[in-house]
């Protein structure tokens, strides 16, 4: 079936630079996207989430990006801490039904900040 | 401490046997999933349930059951039949009808030794 990848599967950047993490996915009819980040051995963490009928949307110090036309995604976070180190995954959603827990994940961008 | 509750933490099963993880939510989520991560993978949904008495089979459900007895919760066996069940599982829950994140527990480890 169709799925979600990442373009980069790891990321190494210095503290206090911008990050960009990529998302190519290949469901023209996903109509909802998540990134999460996950510390190890943990379960993972919203971050910010996109709707098919938007380009971008932002929180605080990170921004999504969506393109219809390429089917991709990404991940810009601002000011890279120590503390964004984790792994970064994009997930999408099919339309329909009333749950959209049922999600399709990539293999994970693993990011790694230094001091 | 609200959210979700996964137990245990670490599981080790012996060839042959059956183990239950445990997935507990207080959020009131009318719907709950496992998804199952291998290292350096992303998840894989295994079962989920938009509501009580009710699931259905994810994309590798072969060798996993599941009830959903209670609105919050949503108990995974790991049977015999599943060959290779050495990896981090997930419980996740979300409210139907609206199109929001869903919420995760912190996993429960299962080896088999």
């Known amino acids: 079936g169709e799925s979600v990848g990442l373009h980069l599967p790891t990321l190494s950047v210095q503290e206090g630079d911008n990050s960009i993490i990529n998302c190519a996915y290949s469901n023209s009819a996903s109509d909802y996207f998540i990134w999460y980040k996950q510390e190890s051995g943990k379960g993972p963490q919203f971050i910010i989430d996109?709707?098919?009928?938007?380009d971008k949307r932002q929180g605080q110090r990170v921004t999504v990006l969506l393109n219809k036309t390429v089917k991709h995604l990404s991940l810009q976070i601002a000011a890279t801490q120590p503390g964004d180190s984790a792994v970064y995954f994009c997930?999408?959603?099919?339309?329909?039904?009333?749950?959209?827990?049922?999600?399709?994940f990539g293999q994970g961008t693993i990011l790694t900040v230094h001091p | 401490d609200g959210g979700i509750t996964q137990s245990p933490k670490y599981l080790f099963r012996k060839e042959g046997q059956n183990v239950t993880l445990s997935c507990e939510q207080n959020l009131n989520h009318d719907a709950m999933y496992w998804y199952r991560q291998d290292p350096g993978q992303g998840l894989r949904l295994i079962y989920y349930s938009q509501i009580v008495n009710d699931f259905q089979k994810g994309d590798i459900a072969e060798g996993y059951s599941v009830s959903r007895e209670k609105k919050e919760s949503f108990p995974l066996t790991v049977t015999s039949a599943q060959k290779n069940p050495t990896a981090f599982y997930l419980c996740?829950?979300?409210?139907?009808?609206?199109?929001?994140?869903?919420?995760f527990g912190q996993g429960t480890r299962l080896t088999v030794v």
């Open positions: 996740a829950t979300t409210p139907n009808g609206v199109k929001t994140e869903a919420f």
């Open positions: 996109i709707r098919s009928n938007m």
């Open positions: 997930a999408e959603t099919l339309p329909g039904g009333t749950s959209y827990g049922k999600l399709t």
